[in-house]
């Protein structure tokens, strides 16, 4: 499990004063890049070296309070399944002063070429299961 944190800037919020929904996903990519930093390369790297991708198949976020302006927040996030050339990395979004959960949810990725062929999972991706 990874956890980052992060306030909450305004550009973040909507008219109504809180973090405009679509926000949460980004949230999510900055978690999933710290995590694959974890396997010890980075995106990147992975990219640049390795010549794969991991493009997102299937995402979900369920919303349960919202996160304001200046509230700082604490990412979680972990690998949590693998299936042949794809994995799912679940997501949790706590307020850190009051330790309420704003929101969880899921993204799916393949492993893919430059060239968008499919690719089997590196080692150093599937290693991260256990950690």
Known sequence: MIMIE?????GDTDKMGVVYYANYFRYFEMLRNE???ASGKSYKEIESEDKLMFPVLEAYCNYVYPAKYDDIIQIYGKLELIE???FKVAYKIIHKE???LIVEGFTWHI???LENKPRKLPNY???LLNS
């Open 6 to 10: 992060y306030r909450v800037p305004y």
């Open 35 to 37: 995590l694959i930093r």
């Open 84 to 86: 042949a050339n794809r």
């Open 98 to 100: 009051s330790d309420q």
């Open 111 to 113: 492993c893919i070429s």
């Open 125 to 127: 991706i599937k290693s």
